[in-house]
């Protein structure tokens, strides 16, 4: 199983987020086997969230492969479903954060507008830190609701031809493009 700092280096830093992630994805290789070499997963996520860049890392689903699906629901659930069986595990985040004192609520919300005065960062690394601590110890049964069952499988990815929008000359995949006014063009174009 990768490591976290595998998970960080391709994310670029660590956070709660990565690390809910991190678990999310650990728990589903326990239910469904190993990584993702080709499109032996699926995953459908419903956010698009840090968590996402670990679903990538340690699952193999990608959107290059066209085995990561995104629904942009806003939610912090995650299904994954295993090729051919349709075996699936859903994983909705359960996870309540630490307390955070006033002073902490305080200096998160000078943090999002923009203070990055050093007292203002270092309360903010302090809770970041014991908000993946917290992630990191407590027991799947307490941050996950899972359910477990079979999905329907989503087809598999599709490799469409690329054809040119006749207004920006753009290469477009065939079944994106609209027509306007009597010309194939892309989304953009025909939006305009």
């Not at 349709?86 to 909705?92: C, D, L, M, N, P």
Request: hydrophobic share 35%.
């Amino acid at each position: 199983m990768k490591k976290i700092d595998e998970i960080v280096k391709f994310h670029g830093h660590i956070c709660p987020g990565l690390v809910l992630g991190y678990r999310v994805s650990a728990f589903a290789l326990k239910n469904l086997d190993k990584r993702s070499k080709d499109e032996e997963i699926v995953a459908i996520v419903e956010n698009n969230s840090c968590a996402v860049d670990a679903v990538q890392v340690m699952t193999g689903c990608t959107f290059g492969k066209g085995n990561l699906i995104f629904k942009d629901y806003g939610k912090q659930v995650y299904t994954f479903i295993k090729r051919p069986s349709g075996k699936a595990v859903r994983i909705s985040i359960d996870w309540t954060p630490p307390t955070e004192t006033e002073k902490q609520k305080e200096m998160w919300q000078k943090y999002m507008k923009g203070n990055h005065s050093k007292e203002v960062l270092k309360e903010v690394h302090l809770r970041k830190t014991k908000k993946i601590e917290s992630i990191l110890k407590i027991s799947d049964k307490a941050l996950f609701k899972i359910k477990h069952g079979k999905m329907p499988l989503p087809d598999k990815a599709k490799i469409y031809p690329s054809i040119r929008c006749e207004t920006c000359k753009e290469k477009t995949m065939e079944p994106r493009l609209r027509v306007k006014n009597g010309k194939t063009v892309c989304i953009p174009c025909f939006e305009r």
